[in-house]
Structure formats: C-alpha cells, structure tokens
C-alpha cells in the first residue's frame, strides 16, 4: 500500500508504541490516586504536559489534555464564548467541520457568527478580516493550515490586527486557532504566533488515536464541555488518557525539522508533475502550502471514482466529492475557492508523509494518469 | 473493496462484487470513434454541479421497438457508473415500453445491493434511459 493520506491519520510511530506500552497493564494507576501506581501516572503525566508546553513555547499549566483536536476546538470556542454568554465569532468557511459546527451550535445558542470567504487561493483576505472585526466580537477562530488543500494563514498577521483592533477600542476579542494539520510542520511558539488558544491532535502527529491538548492562555476563563471530577484544572473532566499523553508527547518528541524540507521537495515534485496532465488544477496556493498537501481537481472525472480505482491500485488517497462523503455534500472548502462545487467534485487529495519516498511518487503518478485517461474515456463531460 | 463491511445500522458501506465487477469494467460505454447517428433516442440527465451527468444513447427498433443497442457515459461515481453500466444489459433485447418499466430498485437487485448513502447515484441511469425513450417517442 502507497499510503498518500496522512492528512486524515498518520500510522503511529513504533517508537510511539513502545513509549505509551508501560502504561496500559503495568503502570495503570489513575492519577488522581494517592497511591505509588497513580503518582507514578501522575508523574508521566505532568512529564508529558512538560513536553508540549516546550514545545509550544508555553507554561505547562497552559496545556489542557483532550481526546482530540475536535475536542480541543470545541473546548476552546464553546467554553470560551459560553463564558462570555453573548456576542460574535468570526471565523472563516474553509474551517475544518470541528469549527464551522462548534460555531454553528452557538449560533443556536444566540452568538452570531460570521464565516469569511476566503480566495480563490485559499487565504483569508486580511483586509476584510479587519473589517469584519465589531464592538461585539468576541472570538476569532482561524486555522493555521487547511486540512484539505495544506493552505496555510498569515496567523500572526491575524493576531496583529486583533490586537490592534483590541488596542484601538479597548475591546478584548481573542484568537483561536486550529493548528491540527500545522503541527510538525510549522512555527508553534504560541508567544511568537500571539495565539490565546490553539488545538492539535495526536493522530496527525504519528502519535495515537483519540488524544489531543489546547493550549489556552493563562488566565484566560472557559467553561467546561465535560462534567466530572475536575481533571485538567477543571476544564475537562475524565480520568486522563495516560498511554495516549505519554504517547502526544513522545510523537512531538521526534518532530523532525528536516522533514518538512524533505516533504516539501517531494510535495513540488509530485505537483509539477500532476499538473502536466491536461485539465488539472491545483487547489489552493502552491507557495502558502504545507510541505505534505497535495490537491488537484481533473476535468471531468470524478473524485469517489477516481479514489476507489487508485484504491485497487494499492494506493490510499481522498476527494472532496459529495459521492465519498457521509452527507452528500462536496467539499465546502474546494467549493469556497471559486465558488465551484463542480471541482470539489472532482478533487482529489493526496498527502505524503515522513515514509514516502519518491519511487512511490512515481508509482502513483502513472497509475493516476492512467485512470484518469480510462475514467475520461467514459465520462459525459468533455474535459477542458 | 468488496462489501463485508456493515455500517452501525447494519448497512453496506462498500460495494457489492458485482458493482465492483462493472465499476472496474463497464459494458456498452459510448466509446470515441462511434457514430451517434446510429442512435435514434438520446437523454441526459444530471449536472456536473451536482456530481452526476448522465448520458444514454440508445438505438430502437423502430418496427418491434425493441432496444437493439444502449450506450452511455457519465461523469459520476462507482455506484453510477456500476448501475449505468448493468442498466444497458438489462434494457438491451426488451421493448422501450419493458424497459421503462425498470426501477432503480430492480438495479439495484441486480447489482446485489448498494450501501444507502449510494441509493440515489443509482436513479441516473434509469433516468437518462427514460429521457432517451422520451426523446425517441418524440422525434418518430
């Protein structure tokens, strides 16, 4: 199998395994126990928490365990505005789902909420962000890099014009940003990026399923989303995930700088060599991108058929079409750029990971070509 | 890809062996180099906006109004291409009126089955062989 998929999961490092092992059968005390088993898990896991604070450049009682980057977004935004009880959320409509529902659920709730566009390229429009801004913001959530087409936001530029737009009319609206598909890639000193939250997720990361932190900035107040015991300083409740911590932690312990030079060679390669077919186009900006995404829509075919086929091939890849999706729906983010559901239809996703080499590059490359010349053959539509 | 794998409702979420049998090699494609004027019915149905653009292309009898012919394209997914694919063997030899008689749900029989959220990509075809029976009807 060429796995070209590793935006929606990495295969858990080995290392990763080995680190979390210790603590499902032997060291499994809970942490909130008195007792040598639970100290010894309490300890691994405030050495764990130790870890993503360093590396997110952040004090260690800025770091709130969860199950997940969806968690932590929802953590963030919902805990954050139901504290405030009143207001608006601004956001953008390429957003993972985690956010635009989060926000959508507030907007049940009585928040307004504003979803920018964004370019055809992907970015947000900084000037129309700062003129979205209002005396009734109180939140801007804005991703670090899009889970689909690897563009990534001028995030602290987007910090800049809030806390000018803060400075300006005393206002004190924060930022959140989803930086699941960023991490390992990107700059996450959260002081330098000027963020008051921001989520990742363990599972993008080569480290385990169904574990993830926020970062929030100290004195910042949220609500809880889980009632229980008052586990993570009280902002989310249920025994800690302690095999899955020591897990995050090793995983953002062997983030390899060099990677992302690595990737992003192999990544131009692959879309150089794409977009040598005829009618294909590139989603999202070929400069402001992360090093693993690539993401282009060919004429006339489309994507669940082109995905099954590569599938048969041995090789893993994922679309944007309604046909593949849960809801029916293509793409919100493809169909943002140009306003063109046709081509979310016809997107395809692939994104390479640290074991990718360049042989499998150019394995896919043929057999892609191949089938997009056999699905055209069938197709209704004549291919530009 | 074959579907042994059941969704929480107890639903197929892959194909069937035969859906990926025409999936993977559709019969009676409009291939290039064919003439359409052997064709006396044509219908489309669909739109690339919404996924699915089907076209049939169907060549009748004019004395018994048997279906001697049917080819198609579509811009679509597995489950339409499968279904469009199995739809021309089941009208090819019946009347126009037999075959307007075929429902998405005799496809579907035929195709040993769909996982649902695939259901409706099945109705193309026979959409587009009802619009091209249509069209034959009106230009006789």
Redesign the interface.
């Known amino acids: 199998m060429i796995y070209l998929d590793n935006a929606a999961t990495t295969a858990t490092d080995k290392k990763v395994v080995e680190a979390m092992l210790p603590y499902f059968s032997d060291i499994y005390g809970n942490p909130s126990s008195l007792h040598r088993l639970g100290r010894k898990a309490k300890a691994a896991l405030e050495r764990s928490r130790q870890v993503v604070a360093d590396f997110l450049s952040c004090d260690s009682r800025e770091v709130i365990f969860t199950n997940g980057g969806t968690e932590s977004i929802n953590l963030a935004i919902m805990g954050y505005a139901r504290k405030i009880g009143k207001g608006e959320i601004i956001t953008s409509q390429i957003e993972h789902h985690a956010v635009l529902h989060s926000c959508d659920q507030l907007e049940k709730e009585g928040f307004k909420v504003t979803k920018l566009p964004v370019s055809s390229d992907g970015l947000l429009d900084l000037k129309a962000f700062e003129k979205a801004l209002t005396k009734d913001t109180i939140l801007v959530s804005i991703m670090y890099a899009n889970n689909e087409i690897g563009t990534i936001q001028p995030i602290k530029q987007i910090a800049k014009i809030i806390a000018q737009f803060n400075n300006k009319t005393k206002a004190n609206v924060l930022f959140h940003t989803d930086a699941c598909q960023a991490t390992g890639y990107l700059p996450m000193n959260v002081k330098n990026l000027c963020v008051d939250f921001l989520s990742l997720n363990g599972s993008k990361i080569y480290g385990p399923k169904g574990i993830g932190a926020l970062y929030k900035r100290e004195g910042i107040e949220i609500d809880p989303i889980i009632f229980g015991g008052g586990q993570e300083m009280g902002f989310r409740s249920g025994t800690e995930n302690v095999a899955g911590i020591v897990g995050l932690a090793k995983a953002i312990e062997l983030i390899d700088p060099k990677e992302a030079i690595k990737e992003t060679k192999l990544r131009d390669y692959f879309i150089k060599k794409l977009l040598e077919i005829d009618g294909v186009v590139l989603n999202g900006s070929l400069k402001k991108r992360l090093p693993n995404n690539i993401n282009v829509s060919f004429a006339a075919v489309e994507g669940e058929a082109v995905v099954l086929r590569l599938d048969k091939e041995g090789i893993a890849a994922s679309t944007g079409s309604a046909c593949s999706s849960k809801s029916l729906t293509p793409s919100h983010v493809i169909t943002a750029l140009e306003n063109s559901p046709e081509r979310a239809h016809e997107s395809i996703r692939f994104t390479i990971g640290r074991k990718t080499g360049k042989k499998d590059i150019d394995i896919a490359l043929a057999k892609t070509k191949a089938i997009i010349k056999s699905l055209r053959e069938i197709s209704s539509i004549e291919s530009k | 890809?074959t579907g042994t794998v059941k969704d929480i409702d107890g639903n197929d979420w892959l194909y069937s062996q035969k859906v990926e049998d025409h999936?993977?090699s559709?019969r009676n494609?409009m291939?290039?180099g064919m003439s359409e004027d052997e064709f006396n019915g044509i219908g489309?149905i669909g739109s690339?906006?919404?996924?699915?653009?089907?076209?049939v292309w169907l060549k009748i009898d004019p004395k018994t109004e048997k279906i001697l012919d049917f080819k198609w394209?579509?811009?679509?997914?597995?489950?339409?291409?499968a279904s469009t694919s199995i739809l021309s063997e089941m009208a090819i030899g019946k009347t126009i009126d037999e075959a307007a008689k075929i429902t998405p749900r005799d496809i579907m029989e035929e195709l040993g089955g769909l996982p649902k959220?695939?259901i409706?990509?099945s109705v193309l075809g026979d959409q587009a062989l009802r619009a091209a029976i249509a069209n034959y009807r009106k230009s006789k």
Do not use: N, Q, W, Y
């Open positions: 890809m999936f993977f559709p494609v291939r290039e489309e690339p906006a919404c996924g699915d653009l089907m076209k394209k579509t811009f679509g997914c597995a489950s339409a291409i959220r695939k409706h990509c």
